[in-house]
Each structure stands twice: as structure tokens, then as C-alpha cells.
């Protein structure tokens, strides 16, 4: 069997949502879009269920996949809903909805229920990419409160540049949110892992944290005190099937982008692009040999690629090449393949998930 895999560590996601709640102060949104940032939804979202105060995804297909699978407890809809024909199912299924257009507002409105919605009302503070401006979203949050197929409002909104320490721009937003949800009742919302790890005084009820849960710290390489205590969640690791010996100037695999400067022995591994790995890591992307820092060579193939093994004389056929993880972090590894932390995981194809603890 193709010996690439993708191991995922539930242990250290729990550490990781503990931590995140726990810096929060509230309560803890797991954000599991995507496929739990590639992570497996389904499985990450039964191994937060006791502990999780809810759980965030992009749209209601994730959502219902997850009701499918037995996951209970709230599931907010952070888009919210595409089309008014969704407001039946929210209810059956007992979702939360994010509201973030007037046109949501409008269906919400017209909606007849004789359930309850449980509605996060989200402001642009600058983003602006969804939510209501700051004169709409007074309009708005009392426009909800006053419908009686509505439950008390969660007010939120989402930053542009949590990431940047240095930047002005986080204090902004936070001062728009304030001056726009000032005296308006419910619970808030404003922080990302960016945010949760680097502006304290943006955190607030309820925190969403994402990427962190997957144990990659979003600050990097900006200093940030928490983020040594982050455990990696997924390593993606494969063998080396075949050894080769270069001469000096002879060329390795597509274009020639790596030419033997010392008699070099070549490592392939059955791990390519088709699997999520960066196409375009450049020669010199760290990877662990055998637990031994070492790094790649030539370009990275649809299902294969090349590292050095000339300094690595105890590996050979079969040995483990770990790609990333505890190293390298796909916070380390994403800058060099000028990708993002984020992208990496989410990248994964193909390669089987396989999951260390239940
Ligand atoms: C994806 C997402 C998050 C989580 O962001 P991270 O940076 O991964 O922590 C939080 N809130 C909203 C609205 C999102 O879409």
C-alpha cells in the first residue's frame, strides 16, 4: 500500500480547544469548516462533543453532514443561509444562523415558525466583506428582537488583520463594534485565533477560534506567548520508495530545477501535489528523515518528491519522511512554499486521514 498518510492527533486538538477556551474566559466556538481545515469534521466534531460550547461551519450542507452523524449541540451557520428555502431545515435541525444581509433580515421576517431562531447578528466593522453596517445593524437588532420566532441575538463581527501585531487595525474594529452594538442586548463575538492569541482585549462571551484548534499558531513568526503551548494535530508523513545516486551536474526530476553541485543521493517519496503537499516548495523545504532534519530537493511531482539523503547515510529505502507537523509546522513550512498556514491542511487529498485516538 502507498505508504503516504496523514496521521491526526484528537488528543492534542482537544488540548488545543481547551487552551483556546480557556484564553477566551467564555464560551468556545470549534470552527470545523471545511472539513475541520481538512481535518475530518465528522471526526474532530465527536471528539469535541463533550466539551464543545458549539461548533462553526461555512454553510448548512456542512452542517446537516455532521447532524448525520450523530453531533449534537449547537452548529452555527457563519455565512448563514444562501436562500430563504434553508429557514425550514435551520429549524428541523435545530442550527444557528448567521444573519448578515438585509435580505436575510427581510427572510427572517417573513419567516413563519413556531420555533425559536437562534440568530448571530454580524456587523462589517471593516472587513467589509459580509455583515450590516453600523447604521443597519441597530436597525436590524431591533427589527429580530422584536419577532417572536427569534431567540436572544449573538452580535459579532470578524477582523481583517488579527494576524498583524502591529497594525492599528484590530483597535479599530474593536472601537466600530463597541460604538455600534453600545446598550444593544445579547452576547458577543469578535474573536478569530489570531485574535484570540494576540489581542486580549478583544476577547469577549464567545470566541471562534479555528486554526489554532488545529495547533498552528497564526502569529507566526511574530512572537506570541501562548503558541509554544499549541500541540500539531495532523502529520503527514510517507516513505522513501526508491534511492538514487547523483554525479555532480547530473539534473533530478521535472525541468532540472536541482542540480547535483556534490555527489548527492536522492531519497523519492510517494508524496506529490496531488496530495495537498506545496507544488512549488523550493529547493531546501525542511522535512524530518528518520526524526533527522533534512530537507527537498527538485521539484515536487504530482505523487512524488526528493530529498537529500547525501547527510543522512542511516536512511534508505522505506525510511519516514515526515513533511509536516511537530516539524515542520505548517506555520514554518507555508511562508517558504509561499502559502498559508491555513491552505496547507486544507490542501489534503488523497492521502488517507489516519486518526490516533478516538
Ligand atoms: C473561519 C472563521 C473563523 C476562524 O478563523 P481562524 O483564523 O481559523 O481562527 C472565525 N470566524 C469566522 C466568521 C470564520 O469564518
Redesign the pocket.
Known sequence: MRPAQALIDLDALRHNYRLARQLGGGKALA?I?ADA?GHGAVACARALQDEADGF?V?CIEEALELRQAGIRGPILL?EGFFDAAELPLIVEHDFWTVVSSRWQLEAVEAFQTGARLHIWLKLDSGMHRLGLSPEEFRDAHARLSALPQVGPLVL?T?LARADELDSNRTREQLDIFVRATEGLAGETSLC???A?LGWPQVRSDWV?????LYGAD?LYPQPSPHAAQLRPVMTLQSRVIAVRELGVGEPLGYGARFVAERPTRVGVVAMGYADGYPQFAPNGTPVLIEGVPGHLIGRVSMDMLTVDLTDHPQAGHGSLVQLWGSAPTIAELAPRCNTSA?RLPCSLKRTPRVYLSE
Not at 208 to 212: D, I, Q, T
Open positions: 470552527i469548516k481545515y462553526g461555512a457563519m459579532m470578524h478569530n485565533s489570531p484570540l471562534r477560534p479555528g486554526l489554532m497564526p491555513y
